[in-house]
Nanobody, 126 residues
Framework: QVQLVESGGGLVQAGDSLRLSCSASARTFSSAAMGWFRQPPGKEREFVAVIRWSDGRTYYADSVKGRFTISRDNAKNTVYLQMNSLKPEDTAVYYC???????????????????WGQGTQVTVSS
């Protein structure tokens, strides 16, 4: 069982930055990935970014590409999401997720992740 603890959310103004952290109690295997998803008010959960533990390969949703950066600290079993140039439409509850495999296909579907954090609220005012 992997436990995920997120931190770093808050209320900011448009154009500001935030960094989210997700600490995992354990890592599973080298081809596993950790991802960030978000759920805006009244909408479904959507993919944001993913990183593969073994080599740091990353993939982003088009809506955040160039503004958000996902990174990892292997020694700390922690994944970060640096969010720059935030927009009001980035307002959502952000979740980290773990346990998906990333061999050939990029794991962008929430259904392929086994473990989820509790979520952290990010609110961007205009």
């Amino acid at each position: 069982q992997v436990q995920l603890v997120e931190s770093g959310g808050g209320l900011v103004q448009a154009g500001d930055s935030l960094r989210l952290s997700c600490s995992a109690s354990a890592r599973t295997f080298s081809s596993a990935a950790m991802g960030w998803f978000r759920q805006p008010p009244g909408k479904e959960r959507e993919f944001v970014a993913v990183i593969r533990w073994s080599d740091g390969r990353t993939y982003y949703a088009d809506s955040v590409k160039g503004r958000f950066t996902i990174s990892r600290d292997n020694a700390k079993n922690t994944v970060y999401l640096q969010m720059n140039s935030l927009k009001p439409e980035d307002t959502a509850v952000y979740y980290c997720a773990a346990g998906a495999l990333w061999n050939i296909f990029v794991p962008t579907s929430a259904r392929v992740y086994d473990y989820w954090g509790q979520g952290t609220q990010v609110t961007v005012s205009s």
